[in-house]
């Protein structure tokens, strides 16, 4: 199941954040910012959900990573009318079995029930394996740029509205241009393979999905002049 992360659960995820980072720090040359992250500020806040696999898997998790149980992870944080997917991750030893797409899946359905119209998440350019998982799963490219010692590519995904209005059911086909979520002055990457919480909530509950595209055009230019498009607070995230 997919719960909030307790106090309990830090160790498991610190160790899995390790071991699920650590090939790709060779890979891009530079320490991913998410192996340095606070996780116990995340799950303080309520961002931070886990894949707790110890029922399913009656406790015998493969591998050797000691993870107690823990087989993914997810930090999500809402943003005005899109939920950030702030970081991802499963257990190296649990690769292959659909988990990333489960808990991008989560994503999605914490983004309906808080009125959320898109997702929006970035990744590393040279992840190449993930980027094609976030494709399959309707994320489309709206930016790729240099960031200090990265290449950084920006991803997002709308969700479809139904006949009320409301974002459409997880995997529904993204319909509108998305370069209306293109966001700037973050930097970092999301690594994966594969209940509702009520703390999850939308500033205001705006639907991107509702907004015609020259209004966003022009509310997003008013975004960029208040400095919107450099993160919450007018500073970016810490990632990698």
Known sequence: MI??????DL?????LVEAAYRPWADLIG????????DYAAHAAAGRLHVLDLREELQGDLPGEDGHAGIA???????????LLVDNVAVAPGLHGRGLGRRLLSFAEEQARAAGLGALRLYTNARMESNIALYRRLGYEITESRRSGPRDV???????PADGDGSPARAGGSTESNMSDLNVSGLEGYITASGGRSGRLRGRRGVSWADRP????????RGWRGRGW?????GAPPRRG
Do not use: N, T
């Open 3 to 8: 719960r909030e992360a307790r106090a309990g």
């Open 11 to 15: 160790p498991a995820v610190e160790r």
């Open 30 to 37: 530079v320490r991913p910012k998410p192996m340095d992250d």
């Open 72 to 82: 993914g992870l997810i930090v999500l944080v809402p943003e005005e009318g899109v």
């Open 153 to 159: 590519v920006f991803m997002a995904k709308r969700l």
């Open 213 to 220: 595209a020259r209004a966003w055009s022009e509310k997003r």
């Open 229 to 233: 498009l450099r993160g919450r607070c």
